[in-house]
């Protein structure tokens, strides 16, 4: 068994249990806060759409069917979202995505997480030296870095991505707007709300850690996720890739 592979057995073994009644209580409001988040905004889109077959084709191609369309596209995009990351997090806790390991250069994923960055984030400034890798599966590390630049940028909110040295390790620094949150647990009831849907982004980046052999953390306006370094005979990836 490889380091990485260790690591995440590791990690599996110290999660809490989610059996019991504290487990089975925490799951309930997990998903009881992703259905009322998801329900919303399909119930806002719902709506709109009906209005829009309802009125004239003259008001549909005025102001009126300009707010209406721009009001069901922004819910639909929300509620994406929120069923994106809800299955990524499914998948994850159930063991459904086969990691692929390998050496995985951080100027090209922080470059493409700038170019996709969403409209409300503000200005994206890259501290990565062309040398710099890390280990991980790119299309999970993608995904990380999309939900730390949509939560730290938020508001137009400027963004660093930068890299510091760690032990065996290379951390991956995002500074921005601090989080509403300060816990990295799953949401509840009460938990606050994101009207871009965006409201499961960091216990998504907490378990790509965690599946990549690495960890999370938040302190103030720094998102940091810490990942293992190649091997030095060069990264051996795992053949499965993604289903």
């Given at each position: 068994m490889g380091t990485l592979e260790r690591n995440v057995a590791e990690r599996l073994d110290e999660r809490?249990?989610?059996?019991?009644?504290d487990g089975a209580e925490r799951r309930r409001a997990f998903l009881g806060f992703v259905a009322h988040e998801v329900r919303n905004p399909l119930s806002t889109a719902l709506w709109s759409?009906?209005?829009l077959g309802r009125i004239s084709a003259e008001e549909r191609g005025g102001a009126r069917g300009e707010k209406l369309s721009a009001m069901c596209l922004r819910s639909i995009a929300r509620v994406r979202q929120l069923v994106e990351d809800h299955f990524l997090c499914e998948r994850l806790d159930a063991g459904g995505i086969a990691v692929r390991a390998e050496a995985v250069p951080v100027r090209d994923v922080a470059d493409a997480a700038a170019e996709r960055r969403p409209a409300d984030v503000g200005e994206i400034s890259i501290d990565v030296g062309p040398t710099?890798?890390?280990?991980?599966?790119?299309?999970?590390?993608?995904?990380?870095?999309?939900?730390?630049v949509a939560t730290a940028g938020r508001e137009?909110?400027?963004?660093r991505i930068a890299c510091e040295p760690?032990?065996?390790?290379?951390a991956l620094v995002v500074s921005g707007k601090p989080p509403e949150a300060p816990s990295?647990?799953?949401p509840v009831k009460g938990s606050p709300s994101d009207p871009r849907g965006r409201a499961l982004a960091l216990p998504?980046?907490?378990?790509?850690?965690?599946?990549?052999?690495?960890a999370f953390s938040v302190t103030g306006d720094r998102y940091v996720l810490t990942l293992p370094r190649p091997e030095r005979d060069g990264a051996r990836s795992d053949p499965a890739a993604h289903p």
């Open positions: 809490p249990a989610e059996g019991g009644a759409a009906e209005l710099v890798t890390l280990r991980a599966d790119r299309s999970l590390l993608e995904r990380a870095l999309d939900a730390l137009g909110t400027a963004v760690a032990s065996d390790a290379v990295l647990e799953d998504v980046v907490r378990r790509i850690a965690a599946a990549l052999g690495g």
